[in-house]
């Protein structure tokens, strides 16, 4: 069956760092786009990045360009959102979701069947 299992958030200071995995089971992220996902209190879920099935584009929304790297290790059937310069914007509830397709430019996926169960992210001091 699968799943994708998302760990690694945590309430961190602003200026501070955070690093997100998404375990994947039953299917395999070599075959896959995965891309990031987060959502505040209120808001809709939006995209932040996406890397491609053979992980050679990294896509990323205009508001963590610079500041967040995407990667894959198809070794591990793991991909990992590292988020750097944190800001209290960037609170929220992060998923991953893996699909067969291309990323969209806006560091998105244009459809997902299976979200992870999301890691919340809190930036405060």
């Known amino acids: 069956q699968l799943h994708l299992v998302n760990s690694g958030g945590g309430v961190v200071q602003p200026g501070g760092s955070l690093t997100l995995s998404c375990a994947a089971y039953?299917?395999?992220?070599?075959?896959?786009?995965v891309a990031w996902y987060r959502q505040a209190p209120g808001t809709e879920r939006e995209g932040v990045s996406c890397i491609s099935i053979n992980a050679r584009r990294q896509l990323y929304a205009d508001s963590v360009k610079g500041r967040f790297t995407v990667s894959k290790d198809h070794a591990k059937n793991t991909a990992y959102l590292q988020m750097d310069g944190l800001t209290p914007e960037d609170t929220g509830t992060y998923y991953c979701?893996?699909?067969?397709?291309?990323?969209?430019?806006?560091?998105?996926?244009?459809?997902?069947?299976?979200w992870g169960q999301g890691t919340e992210v809190i930036v405060s001091t």
């Open positions: 979701a893996a699909r067969h397709t291309l990323c969209r430019d806006s560091g998105s996926l244009p459809a997902v069947d299976h």
């Open positions: 039953g299917i395999t992220l070599e075959d896959n786009a």
